[in-house]
């Protein structure tokens, strides 16, 4: 499965875990369960480690859309860290990331250490 979500209800969180290949349609698919699941307030981990796979720049502009959607349904999400790889694939991702949080207003972070993210999200969170 190129996507898998834990949740762990007692921390509000959940770690979505991509491998390759994966689609932007795949992450849409997640973010909608996040809402029917009622957890678009959880603080979320998007674990891009190990991927290889890169989203189109219309695919990119259609998540910030659909982003812009589920605002206007649900309100603000939780924190958002996501995690890459220090490479060229990595730094592609991580301008993406940031692009998407900016556009989606979103407090996001980007990480290589999963240890970091947590901690910030520990940190930060409400």
Known sequence: MPIVTTRDD????LTVKLSDPWSVEE?????DRQLAENTWKYDTIYDLRGTRG???EPDILWLVK?????LALRGARGLVAVLIDRNESGKLQQQYAEYAGVQNRVALRV???E????????????
């Open 66 to 70: 659909q982003g812009d959607q589920y």
């Open 27 to 31: 992450i849409a698919v997640s973010v």
């Open 10 to 13: 007692e921390h509000h969180l």
């Open 115 to 126: 240890a970091e993210a947590r901690a910030w999200l520990a940190s930060a969170s409400r």
């Open 54 to 56: 890169m989203p189109t």
């Open 111 to 113: 990480f290589d250490d």
